[in-house]
């Protein structure tokens, strides 16, 4: 790729709530127009159903990242109402010009889920058809209410299945932004390959440090930048979530934003990035599950060769 990798800054935002589409996507749009940056941002398309999340309530670490992260100051109540005491708004349906609106800025837009909460906590262990029907119903939700086809997807969560690999291979993506890692590769599951290039997140999200190590949404965007100021092969690819730096962590994400800018970082989308890349030198790495320091669960991680 040209000039120095360490200069590359991938932007993907996550957008995994009704909130978080309506009064997120269009701050950071806002955002990204005054300093003349585009985006990648993926979408949920289908019901929000947020309020199901209560049932993570006994995975290692949930409880504790709650109380870090000021999940209700963040998502707001009624969110966490939705699928459990409200219906979940269909976001493809009702917030469709949102989604147009990135899309005719010049930003790459693609699918994060259909149903995000059912997505991150079923994936794991479902099988083939049930895979494949969620990353279909997405896909037609997206054609719905954009009137065009996405570009590319990264599972809700960091959460997948050796299905899906395969499937964002069959469905004629060829990259993806599935998991953690350090650089871009083609990824295996099990036994199962694919040609769809993983391109990882390599640097830690806000709602992990907030509220670790002295760290507060004050002074997190130091540690952001000083890790990406560390050497990375092809760039680096940072996640933001509408829900957070589009909305109260707006100020933290610009400090980080100034600071990569002055410092001559060059942005570009997924797709700039993966068009950047020397696919033949790209190499096979597993996908593996592993921790990830702030974050509850495992996560979907590249792995050796």
């Not at 010009?97 to 995000?116: F, L, N, T």
């Not at 065009?148 to 960091?158: D, F, R, V």
């Not at 730096?245 to 990569?260: S, T």
Request: hydrophobic residues 40%; aromatic residues 8%.
């Amino acid at each position: 790729m040209n000039g120095s990798a360490n200069e590359t800054m991938a932007l993907k935002v996550d957008v995994d709530t009704f909130v978080g589409t309506r009064d997120g996507v269009p701050a950071l749009l806002d955002l990204f127009n005054r300093h003349g940056l585009r985006a990648t941002f993926l979408f949920s398309l289908g019901p929000d159903n947020t309020g199901r999340a209560i049932r993570r309530v006994f995975r290692r670490g949930f409880l504790g990242k709650v109380r870090r992260t000021s999940v209700v100051r963040h998502y707001g109540l009624r969110t966490l109402m939705y699928g459990v005491l409200l219906p979940g708004p269909h976001i493809g349906n009702r917030l469709s010009a949102v989604i147009r609106r990135a899309r005719d800025e010049g930003h790459e837009v693609g699918i994060h889920s259909y149903d995000h909460v059912g997505w991150q906590d079923k994936v794991a262990c479902k099988g083939f058809d049930w895979t494949r029907e969620q990353l279909q119903r997405a896909q037609r939700a997206f054609v719905e209410a954009v009137g065009t086809q996405p570009s590319t997807l990264g599972a809700a969560g960091w959460q997948i299945n050796p299905h899906v690999i395969a499937i964002e291979q069959q469905m004629g993506f060829t990259y993806a932004s599935d998991v953690r890692g350090r650089a871009p590769f083609f990824p295996t599951m099990g036994a199962v390959s694919s040609s769809c290039m993983q391109i990882p997140t390599t640097l830690p999200t806000l709602d992990e440090l907030i509220g670790t190590k002295d760290i507060t949404e004050h002074n997190v965007h130091h540690t952001v930048t000083a890790r990406s100021d560390l050497p990375s092969k092809c760039g680096h690819v940072y996640t933001l979530h509408a829900e957070l730096e589009g909305m109260n962590l707006l100020p933290a994400f610009e400090k980080m934003l100034k600071y990569w800018c002055a410092s001559g970082r060059r942005f570009v989308t997924l797709g700039g990035l993966y068009d950047s890349i020397d696919t033949e030198r790209v190499p096979v790495r597993r996908v593996q599950w592993g921790e990830v320091e702030g974050r509850s669960g495992l996560l979907a991680v590249e792995g050796g060769a």
